[in-house]
């Protein structure tokens, strides 16, 4: 069964904008878990600018289900990742100044200093996943730094399902298969929606999460949290 994890970054962007603690990003995690989503994910980046290093702390010791922390491994994002002990961390290349994720790690150059972040993970106990591009090589050198899962970078397949959804997907399920090959977690997220998340799952069904934020969140405020989730939910079934 593929999980949904709910990435609550968009709900602390709101809170940023004003100040103060409303909404309430602790108390969004855990409706998350009570409406449904199978795990929750955080994305805080060095400028804070939307989940800060202090919400991951707090949030941590009320999840029920998995969490999810992703970020750029410098030693700030290390030393948070090491004390919090979420079930799982996912490694991503991005800028300090980035405004959202739109690449994954090349794990062939970078693959001694992957392997050497994994390790100290792993040691922790601590599931590893790999953000990278849908590219078979890619998948291979994410197994050969010790990850336990990778996720697909999958903007380039939703900016390209209107057009051709067969085509889109023909690379996600090429690296994917390497993937299943390898004995190597599948995770997938960015762009995912209601209007494309079904066929990814029809043509890849063993991915094991897909963690989804801005598409959720935006579509929540038409829908309602609840809603929202259980419509995700569905897709996945």
């Given at each position: 069964m593929t999980k949904l994890s709910v990435n609550i970054n968009k709900v602390a962007t709101v809170r940023n904008a004003r100040g103060g603690n409303n909404p309430n990003v602790q108390k969004?995690?855990?409706?998350?878990?009570?409406?449904?989503?199978e795990g929750i994910t955080v994305h805080p980046r060095p400028?804070?600018?939307?989940?800060?290093?202090?919400?991951?702390?707090?949030?941590?010791p009320q999840i029920r289900t998995e969490f999810n922390i992703e970020g750029n491994p410098i030693e700030q994002f290390v030393k948070?990742?090491?004390?919090?002990?979420?079930?799982?961390?996912?490694?991503?290349?991005?800028?300090?100044?980035?405004?959202?994720?739109?690449?994954g790690w090349?794990?062939?150059?970078?693959?001694?200093?992957?392997?050497?972040?994994?390790?100290?993970?792993?040691?922790?106990?601590?599931?590893?996943?790999?953000f990278v591009d849908a590219d078979e090589e890619m998948v291979r050198g994410a197994?050969?730094?010790?990850?336990h899962r990778v996720e697909l970078y999958t903007e380039p397949y939703a900016s390209g399902y209107p057009q051709n959804r067969e085509e889109a997907i023909k690379p996600f399920y090429d690296a994917s298969l390497a993937a299943k090959e390898l004995a190597l977690g599948l995770n997938a997220g960015h762009d995912l929606s209601l209007e494309?998340?079904?066929y990814f799952h029809k043509?890849?069904?063993w991915t094991d999460?897909?963690?989804?934020?801005?598409?959720?969140?935006?579509?929540?405020?038409?829908?309602?949290?609840?809603?929202?989730i259980q419509a995700y939910l569905a897709c996945l079934k």
């Open positions: 969004v995690a855990a409706d998350c878990e009570l409406f449904g989503a400028d804070e600018r939307h989940i800060r290093y202090q919400d991951v702390i707090d949030i941590r948070l990742v090491l004390d919090v002990k979420p079930t799982q961390v996912t490694l991503v290349p991005d800028a300090d100044d980035q405004l959202t994720s739109n690449h090349d794990t062939i150059a970078h693959k001694e200093f992957l392997t050497d972040v994994v390790g100290r993970f792993n040691e922790a106990g601590i599931r590893t996943s790999i197994h050969l730094c010790g990850a494309n998340l079904s043509i890849i069904p999460e897909v963690s989804i934020g801005h598409a959720l969140i935006c579509d929540s405020l038409y829908m309602g949290l609840h809603s929202a």
